[in-house]
């Protein structure tokens, strides 16, 4: 089944405790991204990737790390989580090109105490 | 700078016609894009425009007037399972074509 993963779920941590949400996709996808999604605010991309080893800042990357060694691998790096990144974060990855629809995630609720 | 603009909520009765508006200023333009989003749960897309006009989807309809900075969607004959919330995202090509934009999303709800 074509899909994309997102691990852990659910995390609750506490401020300054290095953490990672990983990402995968099974769809040999070009394109992948990840979101953050607040009550009032909607989606807003963190980091994307248009290829392996190609990485680009979104619009809110402050205090997020990627990496992409991996074509089917998007990991998010949150280096010393702070309150203000508690959240629900989806992953997603596309064909790339123009018009190619976004596959999303099930999401990652983070709660940073 | 870049905004998009959708309404907060609606409410429409089943069985009816609903249009949900968005228009967006960004720095460039390279498509736009509607997705449904269920409570709880991933956005899904629904439907993309990247010329001026309509694209009909079965029960969905997208409009584009790139001119005018607008676009709309259109449900038809709603149905309860149609409850979610809406939204509308331009891919910006002036920063990258990696680069969406997503709007606040507009929360429809269908009531009997």
């Known amino acids: 089944e074509a899909q994309v993963t997102q691990n852990p779920r659910y995390l609750i941590t506490v401020t300054g405790k290095k953490l990672t949400v990983t990402c995968s996709q099974n769809?040999?996808?070009?394109?992948m991204s990840w979101y953050r999604q607040d009550p009032g605010l909607g989606l807003r991309q963190i980091y994307y990737s248009m290829n392996v080893e190609v990485t680009d800042k979104g619009d809110v990357p402050e205090g997020y790390k990627v990496s992409r060694k991996e074509k089917r691998n998007f990991p998010l790096i949150l280096e010393s989580p702070s309150p203000n990144q508690t959240s629900l974060y989806f992953c997603a990855s596309s064909r790339s090109g123009q018009g190619y629809e976004q596959y999303f995630g099930p999401g990652t609720r983070l709660t940073v105490t | 700078g870049q905004n998009i603009d959708q309404p907060t909520e609606m409410t429409a009765t089943e069985g009816a016609i609903v249009q949900i508006n968005c228009t967006y200023q960004?720095?460039?333009?390279?498509?736009l894009f509607w997705y449904q989003q269920h409570a709880g749960e991933a956005p899904t897309f629904l439907s993309y425009n990247v010329l001026d006009g309509l694209e009909e989807k079965g029960r969905f309809s997208s409009f584009l007037s790139r001119s005018k900075g607008y676009s709309y969607l259109l449900l038809k004959e709603l149905q309860m399972k149609d409850s979610a919330s809406y939204l509308c995202?331009?891919?910006?090509?002036?920063?990258?074509?990696?680069?969406?934009?997503f709007g606040k999303g507009t929360k429809l709800s269908v009531k009997p």
């Open positions: 960004t720095s460039g333009f390279n498509g």
């Open positions: 995202a331009v891919r910006n090509y002036g920063g990258s074509q990696g680069n969406l934009i």
């Open positions: 769809m040999n996808h070009e394109y």
